[in-house]
């Protein structure tokens, strides 16, 4: 079973900063990728970045320049450094990974619960 744990969502002023982590646990044989996902009220989950085991990354266009993803193979984890934050940014905040359990089976795609990221002043 995988499990993936957030951390680090809050409230904060614009421009401010916050950092989320993530942490995957369980039948870990490989993980392909990990990133993060976010929702607001009233929209659809959209992509927010994503990193590859190969270390590339990929980000949507609003948040370029301004977050960071980067990722720790050896302890599973995956960090999402958001800078510069706007009122915009405010969502729930997933993470995502894709992995696979075993040699036996194709890669899954599993979720974090979510954490509020709240951008107000």
């Known amino acids: 079973q995988v499990q993936l744990v957030e951390s680090g969502g809050g409230l904060v002023q614009p421009g401010g900063s916050l950092r989320l982590s993530c942490a995957a646990s369980g039948s870990l044989f490989s993980i392909y990728a990990m990133g993060w996902y976010r929702q607001a009220p009233g929209k659809q989950r959209e992509l927010v970045a994503t990193?590859?085991?190969?270390?590339?990354?990929a980000y949507a266009d609003s948040v370029k320049g301004r977050f960071t993803i980067s990722r720790d193979n050896a302890k599973n984890t995956v960090s999402l450094q958001m800078n510069s934050l706007k009122p915009e940014d405010t969502a729930v905040y997933y993470c995502y990974a894709r992995i696979s359990e075993s040699a036996y089976r194709a890669p899954d795609d599993y979720w974090g619960q979510g954490t509020q990221v709240t951008v107000s002043s």
């Open positions: 990193i590859i085991s190969g270390g590339g990354t």
